[in-house]
């Protein structure tokens, strides 16, 4: 029972440079979240999806961009890579809001 | 704005002491709110959320609507307990995706 699972675990990249995150979950939920979560900071929300096709914006979207064309497949893309997008990223799933949410191990991305 | 504060970075106590993880939110109304935690190398995962009352691994939380409070207590400590805490509010009470607050980093010392 895989759950959410994100990929790459580590990366580390350029300034400007792009790179996508995966993330996939087989659980059949409606909902899919990516976080960021920055050190000593609560973790931020950055896009979310209600289902395939659908996507919205969260509290830190700038920078990033999201694609939802299946229910299982959640990618978040980085264009033109900062140093301050250096943080370790979560993807996670739910049914719906409201109930649990799984997260993914986390992804930990560097901008040099 | 809706907001969770969680006061106290880290937390250290002995093996066997009570423990309690302070959460306080900001929302008028009457949220839902949960614990969520992170063992170390594990992903975070649910701990508890306020509207099952119950308790988990010996963790209990009360919401106190006057103060505004959802903190996480348990008696007695357990070295296994070390991990991090994270309170966490939906937005618009209920509903909506969570905020997390900065969480607490507990560490319980043999």
């Known amino acids: 029972n895989a759950g959410v699972t994100q990929t790459p675990k580590f990366r580390i990249l350029k300034i400007g440079q792009s790179m996508t995150l995966q993330c996939t979950q087989d659980?059949?939920?409606?909902?899919m979240y990516w976080y960021r979560q920055d050190p000593g900071m609560g973790l931020k929300l950055i896009y979310y999806?209600?289902?395939?096709?659908?996507?919205d914006k969260g509290e830190v979207p700038n920078g990033y961009n999201v694609s939802r064309s299946t229910t299982e497949d959640f990618p978040l893309r980085l264009e033109l890579a900062a140093p301050s997008q250096t943080s370790v990223y979560f993807c996670?799933?739910?049914?719906?809001?409201?109930?649990?949410?799984?997260f993914g191990e986390g992804s930990w991305l560097t901008v040099v | 704005a809706q907001r969770v504060t969680q006061p106290e970075k880290l937390l250290s106590v002995f093996k066997g002491a009570p423990v309690e993880l302070k959460c306080n939110y900001s929302?008028?109304?009457?949220?839902?709110l949960f614990w969520y935690v992170q063992y170390s190398r594990q992903r975070l995962q649910l701990l508890l959320r306020?509207?099952s009352r119950e308790s988990i691994k010996g963790f209990t939380a009360d919401l106190n609507k006057g103060e505004t409070s959802f903190h996480l207590k348990k008696p007695f400590a357990q070295e296994e307990d070390s991990a991090m805490y994270y309170c966490?509010?939906?937005?618009?009470?209920?509903?909506?995706?969570?905020?997390f607050g900065k969480g607490t980093k507990l560490s319980v010392k043999p």
């Open positions: 966490a509010l939906p937005y618009g009470g209920s509903q909506g995706n969570l905020i």
């Open positions: 996670a799933s739910s049914r719906m809001t409201g109930n649990t949410i799984y």
């Open positions: 306020h509207i």
């Open positions: 999806s209600v289902g395939a096709g659908i996507t």
């Open positions: 929302y008028s109304g009457s949220p839902e």
């Open positions: 659980m059949n939920h409606n909902y």
